[in-house]
């Protein structure tokens, strides 16, 4: 998992603004997803993606946009319409795609405060 | 769609003794399950893994058991030591792993 970098660690937004979090991976996986967790919770799926130009909503995705232009790549946008962004934000890769599911490593994490 | 139940949600063990986790999942379409780790601030890590096809695997102290006829798997840690005291996260994922779905997670203390 030390091929996934997120970056800022930190992350301050005024109400009212979109930000948007940095998830990249060089460890040539197809499969990128995105996590919220909150204080003392566990992992809610954002969106994910299985390939290039291609991604889906998961449980929470409004409030929420992301894209995938590149293999390494799955930014995260979070814009105003989420009411409640505070939160732990994890991003996470998995190497294959096939009939077994396969291990997700994660990134770092950036923590996200709204003031 | 798959749900995941995990007990308990917290457990507490004196240092050397065993902790069991359990979890249920919903979908017998299933056939891959992860238990990570994680520390305080930190991102989850994966300790340990079983599919399918496997009862049973064992990595030193930790191991996982699945039973796939009532659709439950477990984590098994034996001579817990301090640094064990984490927060732990099973997971369940069927073919493809379109349907990755994490339980609520357990807080292990170890006390010394």
């Known amino acids: 998992d030390g091929g996934i970098t997120q970056s800022p660690k930190y992350l301050f937004r005024k109400e009212g603004q979109n930000v948007t979090l940095s998830c990249e991976q060089n460890?040539?996986?197809?499969?990128m997803y995105w996590y919220r967790q909150d204080p003392g919770q566990g992992l809610r799926l954002i969106y994910y993606?299985?390939?290039?130009?291609?991604?889906q909503k998961g449980d929470i995705a409004e409030g929420y946009s992301v894209s995938r232009e590149k293999k390494e790549s799955f930014p995260l946008t979070v814009t105003s319409a989420q009411k409640n962004p505070t939160a732990f934000y994890l991003c996470?890769?998995?190497?294959?795609?096939?009939?077994?599911?396969?291990?997700?490593?994660f990134g770092p994490g950036t923590r996200l405060t709204v003031l | 769609g798959e749900n995941v139940e995990q007990h308990p949600s917290t457990l507490s063990v004196q240092e050397g003794d065993s902790a069991v986790i359990k979890c249920t999942y919903s979908d017998s379409a299933s056939n891959y399950f992860p238990w990570y780790k994680q520390e305080l601030g930190k991102r989850p890590q994966l300790i340990i893994d079983i599919r399918s096809n496997v009862g049973e695997k064992k990595d030193q102290r930790i191991a996982v058991t699945l039973n796939k006829t009532a659709k439950h798997f477990s984590l098994h840690i034996t001579e817990t030591q301090p640094e064990d005291s984490a927060v732990y996260f099973c997971a369940a994922s069927n073919a493809y792993g379109q349907n990755f779905v994490f339980g609520p997670g357990t807080r292990l203390s170890v006390l010394p």
């Open positions: 460890l040539n996986h197809d499969a």
């Open positions: 996470a890769s998995s190497p294959r795609l096939g009939l077994f599911a396969d291990t997700q490593y």
């Open positions: 993606s299985q390939i290039v130009n291609d991604f």
